[in-house]
């Protein structure tokens, strides 16, 4: 102590530690400035970004769906609504082990094996931080009360209610109206990402499809604050949504289930328009399908079960079904031979019960010869001819036709082409020319080629939609109207190219055709080959004048290459049944086309199903008030 | 300044009061305390707002301050001269206490910084030794001829490296760093020839290198992160960028106490204890940084002109090197929370949310006042 003391200079150590103070202020001074430097550097030329970044930091646009337009019957009668489901959904960000979740829920909830797959699946799809990605849909009452009471267990996974399309006609309307599926991925490519943001079906069939932005309206969004994780603090601002449109169809659900109740699980197709409009009254296919099942998804096992079932559930008979129209063609082609006066309607032929082609062995027999083998009709005007069908008849009217001006003017009755306004997935049919076989086959036009034409048989092909549609041209006297579904849609917005129909046929030609069709119905107490095709099964006790025509058309091949019974194969060869009607004459209501898919006769099988349905339109139906729909609203 | 020139020669006997005609109040300095108030109070209005105008918070801290008010006025009581004599004691206490860690610490989060008594008190000894190491270099270097000689320094070294490197194996190499900048603050202080300081400064660069081997992944992650913070945002990267993003919209006056987007929606973390000054930044802009570190300069230029006033060797460098570690916590954190040092978990000094890192505050500041009101002559 002593000796160090003597050693201590006081003076210089002070110096020394002014000159250290003084060093280590300057220092700090240095680092103060640093640091103020920086934060204002960060403060001015960082500040536009900074701000931008915490504004993204902070707000979200949560997409705030419409809710989806109505669709509705003539009467207001609801075909598709949206009903409340709820979904469980997950946030795949806040799941910190997402194995030991899933086994967690999946015992919960007590889900399947493929629920389980499909939750594996689904998280995995969100875009962007914090989405929550829809992984379990329709959940009962216990399934939510199970995961509300766990809930603690399960961060960053939520029950949420959303809308999804309910069709509470189910299988009934399911041709007519189509379906909306879930968005799978392919979907998003082609969409509009923002126009579906929180959107999760879209129209995949029928008027579903083809009303999609009408039907879908305009999606909302809200500007939302969200803290770091993800969780929403209070809405900002917004746009509300615009809801989709309701759509009224001319469609009849009444109408429509008396038809299904006709065709009583056969297989087959009508639809039925209302001639004034071209409105479609009805437009079913059978067998159907329950729509409902794919709106949520539906799983591998029900689809291949729709898929493969041999009776075809999703084919739409009536706008893609095509047939061979038979006998039904008859009228049309009596129309253009009158119409070119090619025959006047005192001109008759004398029927044997066949017909040869000059120069050519072969006979093209009547389709009583093989029942009665007592020879053909007799002296057959074109009225007999047709109420009696008269085969030879239209195989000689067809021959002096020519297959030029056949397949040129029975354009104007709209075959071989889609003029259903509004029905995607209709198909065009086949109208046969020299042209077309030369195209398609390499072949020339045989003869014999416009004899089969002439009573519908050989290359043609109509679908029922089209056939009712002709008929309802027929109705009209020739006045074409377009077909469609909707009725408060403008029609400009829906131009497609129209048939001409025959309205610059004159008036005579109408009479014989007309009286023809109304005799197959109401001719009858006659001796025997007098009646009408079809009175004897449904124009005894009819209290309404019908025009009408039967047609058997061949079946052109069993669909499908699947093993099935024999039996089930011997039923699938019998023929195609058709009839076509319109009623009352005088002032035509409806028009239809009946097919039955290896349903036997037209009039013994079809006619009874047309009669059955127009008697309801007309009768059960009579004096129901067609209400003015107006757009039912519902949220 | 004082009128009469009663010169004593300082470090022999035992000090007594001295009335010089200045406002003194329980030995506290006027100055000083008034400084520490506004920072003190700034800091509570951030605190209110970082924690989301949480008043519980905010009544927590006032009890904290009101300890540490407390400690600082009972520290500031004692005379330097006892401060000294216990100076090596404390030191060797606190290395004890150190070892005691191994056999008997509490292992949080992987590392051994906690020493349990239970029921009756936790603790971290490495805050003792915040204190404990420059009183006992100080002295250390007292009664011994200065600027040191290569010995002195090198026992000092061994003085400062022994519990610094203790602490760093806890592991806790952030604290341990502080504390040996704080002891090292005193060597130079105390005269630390710059030729030494040189060489020890070239080993250090050289060596770096072997040191990037030698710490563990987490640390070059950090230092990594301080360099590129893109390179893992959601992750390493989280805390810096959102701190920066904080700091910078705020723009020159901010967004306004409370309407902090990034603090409030929990995007910056730590907002009330580490990075608390990113949230002054954002919402008091940059004038709300510039007032706080003026206060901050204050602070440290009262604390010299108190370190220059002492009049002995402990008591000047004891006060020198706590206004100086002081300023170094600041830069430190203000430093890191604003991207330009690596993330260390150094609170900042009086403003920031926690316990006993402002006790250990408080207590430096005590014995800053009880060397400058113990003395007889007043040269600044």
Known sequence: MREALALKDHRSESQIYVERAATGAGVVLVLFSLLIFRVGYLQSVQYSDSVARSEKNRVQVVARPPVRGLILDRQGVLLAENRPSRNLEVIPEQIVNMQDTLLDLASVLEMSEAETARFRRLSGRTTRRFESAPVLFDLSDEQVARFEANRFRFPGISVQAKLVRNYPQGALMAHAVGSVRRINDQDTVSLNATAYASTDHIGKLGVERFYETELLGQVGYDRVEVNARGRMMRVLDGVKPINGQNLSLYLDAGLQAAADRALDGRRGAVVAIDPKTGGILTLLSRPAYDPNLFVQGISHRNYNALRTSIDAPLFNRAIQGQYQPGSTLKPFIGLIALGSSTITVSDSIEDPGWYQLPGNERLYRDWNWTKTNDGGHGHVNIEKALYRSCNVYFYDLAVRLGIDRLSQDLKQFGFGQVSVLDLPDADAGLLPSRAWKRASRNLPWYPGDTVNLGIGHGDILVTPLQMASAVAALANRGRWVAPRMAQN?????????????????????????????????????????????????????????????????????????????????????????????????????????????????????????????????????AGRQVPNVEMVSRQ | MSGDFVRRLPGGGPSFRNHRGEFTWFNLDPWLMLILLSIVSFGLVVLHSASDGNWVVVEAQLVRLGLGFGLMVMIAQIPPYFLL?????????????????????????????????????NFQPSELMKLFLPMVLAWYFHDRHLPPGLKPVVVSCLLLLLPAGLIIVQPDLGTGLMIATSGFLVLI????????????????????????????DYQRGRILTMFDPERDPLGAGWNIIQSKIAIGSGGFSGKGLLNGTQSHLDFLPESSTDFIIAVLAEELGFLGVVSLLVLYGLFILRGLMMSLNAQDTFGRLLCGSITFTFSVYVFVNIGMVSGILPVVGVPLPLVSYGGTALLTLFAGFGLMMSIHSHRRITLL
């Open chain 1, 489 to 621: 849609q403008p029609l400009e917005a829906l131009a497609r190219a129209q048939p001409s129909g025959a309205g610059q046929l004159p008036e005579h030609v109408w009479a014989p055709i007309i009286g023809g069709m109304e005799k197959v119905v109401h001719r009858g107490n006659q001796v025997y080959g007098e009646n009408g095709t079809a009175w004897s099964y449904i124009g005894r006790d009819i209290e309404y004048r019908m025009a009408g025509k039967s047609g058997t058309a061949q079946v052109v091949a069993i669909e499908q290459g699947e093993v099935y019974e024999a039996a089930m194969i011997e039923e699938r060869k019998r023929k195609h049944a058709w009839f076509i009607a319109f009623a009352p004459i005088e002032d035509p209501k409806i028009a239809l086309a009946v097919l039955l898919e290896n349903g036997g006769g037209g009039s013994e099988y079809a006619a009874p199903v047309a009669r059955e349905i127009i008697d309801y339109y007309l009768l059960e139906g």
């Open chain 2, 189 to 216: 202080l105390a005269g630390l020839p710059w030729r030494y300081m040189l060489r020890g400064s070239a080993l250090v660069l050289a060596s770096a290198p072997a040191l990037w081997f030698v710490i563990k």
């Open chain 2, 85 to 121: 004599r216990a100076a090596p004691l404390l030191y060797g206490l606190g290395l004890i206490l150190l070892l005691l860690i191994y056999p008997f610490g509490t292992e949080v989060n992987g590392s051994r910084r906690w020493l349990r008594v239970p029921g009756v008190v």
